[in-house]
T-cell receptor
């Protein structure tokens, strides 16, 4: 199993550009989430999905869109990048049926918006 | 405002010493308290977790102590090793809201040989 994979690892954007961060998992997990990690802030939840076709907002959703057409994939879209979106982005997945609902994180995407 | 407050921001410990990281939370509905370990360039990985029906949980050199009345919990790393050098995050969540995990700001631990 590859676990949770994310692409790209690094990305530099100019203000106003759009892009999609890719996330895929091969563990057949129902739950998937996107977090951003900023110095001194820990990880903050952007959007999450409890299954294919179902998404919801987290703590900091503004400026981001998501969709969940399959169990495996959960892309995060930045429609018009802003310098405030410079961050490290982590995708995570979990299986609520396993009780403790451990979240498995991907390796992250480091995004810089100029 | 952060619902989970973590201290210290950074910690330096000698090899063989005890590392202690503290967290405090505000929401009394939280009932799941994990600790994550993150190495540079990697995503966080679950280290150990506790529910509020117990006051302590131990796994190898790692122990969580939980004080429900004070709304505090801490991670103790016994016999700290250089390989433990990483950033540690505490977190908290309500079981009824499986995806709304609230994280502390993180503690960068350095264990000197």
């Amino acid at each position: 199993n590859a676990g949770v994979t994310q692409t790209p690892k690094f990305q530099v954007l100019k203000t106003g550009q759009s892009m999609t961060l890719q996330c895929a998992q091969d563990m057949n997990h129902e739950y998937m989430s996107w977090y951003r990690q900023d110095p001194g802030m820990g990880l903050r939840l952007i959007h999450y999905s409890v299954g294919a076709g179902i998404t919801d907002q987290g703590e900091v959703p503004n400026g981001y869109n998501v969709s969940r057409s399959t169990t495996e994939d959960f892309p995060l879209r930045l429609l018009s990048a802003a310098p405030s979106q410079t961050s490290v982005y982590f995708c995570a997945s979990s299986d609520p049926g396993q009780g403790i609902n451990e979240q498995f994180f991907g390796p992250g995407t480091r995004l810089t918006v100029l | 405002q952060q619902q989970v407050k973590q201290s210290p921001q950074s910690l330096i410990v000698q090899k063989g010493g005890i590392s202690i990281i503290n967290c405090a939370y505000e929401n009394t509905a939280f009932d799941y308290f994990p600790w994550y370990q993150q190495f540079p360039g990697k995503g966080p990985a679950l280290l150990i977790a506790i529910r509020p029906d117990v006051s302590e949980k131990k796994e190898g050199r790692f122990t969580i102590s939980f004080n429900k009345s004070a709304k505090q919990f801490s991670l103790h790393i016994m016999d700290s090793q250089p390989g433990d050098s990483a950033t540690y995050f505490c977190a908290a969540r309500e079981s009824t809201d499986n995806n709304d995990m609230r994280f502390g700001a993180g503690t960068r631990l350095t264990v000197k040989p």
